[in-house]
């Protein structure tokens, strides 16, 4: 899809084309090999049903799994009422708004980017990054740097709805970043193409009001994203700190390779940082995994969390359970 009918069919307008419209004119999924064509399907954390929406019509058009997953997170990246991703994204403690992001596919290349500044498409940028460079990882100017020879526009991420709290926060806080089960942070996306082949994408703009320079588990790859085509992929989200812990997706994606299902697997990865917390949390970390069956699992510390999927042009949003 070319980024100018994204743009109008999202309603999201000219103001937010940031990214090289290469990035839109990506060649379809390929049947080289003549593999028998399945039913696609695109999940993400939380309940963003635009967004999956976006993804899962790009993969019944014949669009691979990376594609479709950035083209879905991408409308979130754009909306300004998600303070948690992109632009309008919850600033750190000095009132700076960095974005974080990866991606990985099938064949398990992997990019990544963190603590960048003014660039609102980061996961496509992450993609970027994973293509063009020698590198895994791109991190704060550097990253913002690439992105301009990319073609990437830079513009201020700090919406006034954000400044605005941010402010409210600066006279009551002490300086210590939030950490609360409302505070989501961030969008994973997997997606299943026509060729059955899984990739992921997390983007972040991290925890509110964090220390400046903070990066959580979004952009690292095994613990925010990880995808093996041969097993199935988890993308996690909460507290990111909890996550890298425990190396969570990868972990996941290691117990659903030794056989358990998603749903074991995700309860095992939660119960992993619970066994480090004897008493009841006061942060939220949630996990979803799929497997190369089309087996589903989620599981999340405390209730809220929810997921949401479209298959067979069918978008639904699914609560979660939790040990709280």
Not at 5 to 33: Q, R
Not at 106 to 116: D, F, I, Q, R, W
Not at 130 to 135: G, N, R, V
Request: hydrophobic letters at 40%; a negative charge; proline letters at 4%.
């Amino acid at each position: 899809m070319k980024r100018r009918s994204f743009l109008d069919k999202s309603g999201l307008g000219l103001s937010t084309l940031l990214v090289a419209p290469k990035v839109w004119a990506e060649p379809k999924t390929t049947n080289s090999k003549n593999k028998p064509l399945v039913t696609p399907y695109a999940i993400a954390t939380w309940n963003v049903p635009e967004a999956v929406n976006l993804a899962g019509t790009a993969l019944e058009k014949g669009r691979n799994a990376l594609d479709a997953a950035i083209e879905g997170v991408s409308f979130e990246e754009s909306n300004l009422k998600n303070t948690t991703v992109g632009k309008g994204g919850a600033p750190d403690r000095e009132g700076t708004v960095t974005l974080d992001a990866c991606v990985m596919d099938h064949l398990g290349n992997c990019g990544a980017v963190m603590a960048v500044e003014q660039i609102t498409h980061v996961a496509s940028l992450a993609k970027e990054v994973m293509l063009k460079t020698p590198h895994v990882i791109l991190a704060g100017e550097g990253a913002r740097q690439f992105a301009l020879s990319e073609g990437y526009l830079p513009e201020n991420l700090l919406t006034p709805e954000s400044k605005k709290a941010w402010e409210a926060w600066i006279e009551k806080s002490n300086y210590s970043p939030q950490i609360n089960v409302e505070n989501h942070d961030t969008i994973g996306m997997l997606c299943s193409d026509q060729l059955g082949n899984l990739s992921g994408v997390c983007t972040t703009s991290g925890l509110a009001y964090k220390m400046k320079g903070r990066v959580g588990d979004s952009p690292v790859i095994g613990s925010g994203l990880f995808v093996d085509n041969e097993v199935g992929a988890a993308v996690a989200t909460g507290l990111g700190e909890e996550v890298i812990k425990t190396v969570g997706s990868f972990l996941i994606v290691e117990l659903m390779r030794q056989g358990k299902t998603p749903q074991a697997s995700c309860e095992e990865a939660i119960n992993r940082i619970l066994a480090k917390h004897p008493n009841k949390p006061d942060f939220q970390v949630c996990f979803i995994a799929v497997d190369t069956k089309g087996q589903i699992g989620a599981y999340s510390i405390h209730s809220g969390f929810t997921y949401t999927i479209n298959k067979e042009n069918k978008t639904t949003t699914q609560a979660v359970e939790s040990v709280f």
